[in-house]
């Protein structure tokens, strides 16, 4: 039998999970109206303070916090404000309590469990990285088909045989499975999971997998990432070389266009009354003019 582990130090992962593979109806609450934008840098904001508690930071300013998130301090501010009142103004937020906060209204607070399915190259590096542990996230259990490869041990787990997927779940009790399977094998685990009452999923394959309504499946294409990292450079970079032809051009002397204001031609000067003239003249009833 897979020894189980439940990754000891661990902060959040419950020793004995519930049978549903639901967490507390307060965090579920808490995380209710929440926008997915907001979720997103919610989770980036709890890495930060994660950091901040490990290096021993009790408070931190808005201000600090959103350099540190790379977003703006008001941005901060509103999504924070999803999760009710947390820091003092002129003091800031208190570290320890605000990332607790932010672990509940993810539904972080009593931790996961988690499955990996295929266990190749890149199943192995998930199932060997630390950063799952810190998080709250307990690595449970590893399947795939391969006969060279279950019953080998990874990340101190025996792989199982994925035909026995089923029964291992209601064993293990677990509250997320991962997949990293070949393309053409995806859509059967995906069936099996939600069979044996998992309700997230998270696929690192390319197809797009077909689940009731009530599982929440994501996707990570790293192909797609990687495209858009491509989009963005390009664009950068366009934007930089505009910039640099705005700066080249506003460093060219301009030639000033209009009437010249040099000496007049003497047939102009003669043509022109003399200065005070005009003050030396009046009309006649006939419009006539006659000097004084």
């Not at 350099?67 to 301090?73: D, E, I, R």
């Not at 630390?130 to 101190?156: I, N």
């Not at 460093?251 to 003669?270: C, F, K, Y």
Request: glycine share 10%; hydrophobic share 40%; aromatic share 4%.
């Amino acid at each position: 039998m897979t020894e189980q582990h439940p990754a000891p130090g661990v902060r959040g992962v419950s020793a004995a999970p519930r049978s549903d593979g639901l967490h507390s109806t307060k965090s579920l609450h808490a995380a209710k109206d929440i926008p997915q934008a907001t979720v997103s840098r919610l989770a980036t904001y709890l890495r930060v303070l994660s950091v901040m508690v490990d290096e021993g930071t009790l408070i931190v300013s808005s201000e600090e916090l959103a350099a540190a998130a790379g977003v703006g301090s008001a941005k901060l501010r509103k999504d924070l404000s999803f999760l009710g009142p947390n820091g003092v103004r002129g003091v800031g937020y208190d570290v320890s309590r605000l990332r607790d906060r932010i672990e509940t209204a993810l539904g972080l607070d009593q931790g996961h469990r988690v499955v990996l399915v295929g266990v190749g190259n890149l199943g192995r590096a998930l199932a060997g990285y630390g950063g799952f542990g810190r998080r709250g996230f307990a690595m449970v259990g590893l399947f795939d088909t391969a006969p060279g490869v279950v019953g080998t041990v990874v990340s101190e787990l025996e792989v199982r045989d994925a035909g026995a997927l089923l029964a291992a779940c209601i064993e293990l009790q677990p509250t997320i499975a991962v997949i990293a399977v070949p393309d053409e094998a995806a859509q059967t685990v995906c069936d099996r999971l939600v069979e044996a009452g998992l309700r997230c999923i998270l696929s690192f394959t390319p197809v797009e997998l077909e689940a009731p309504d009530h599982v929440e499946v994501r996707r990570v294409d790293l192909a797609v990432e990687m495209q858009m990292l491509s989009f963005r450079s390009a664009r950068n970079a366009e934007i930089v070389d505009a910039e640099a032809a705005t700066a080249n051009q506003s460093r060219v002397p301009s030639t000033r266009l209009g009437r010249s204001r040099g000496p007049r031609s003497a047939a102009t000067a003669a043509s022109a009354p003399a200065q005070g003239t005009v003050a030396n003249t009046t009309t006649n009833s006939k419009g006539s003019v006659v000097r004084q």
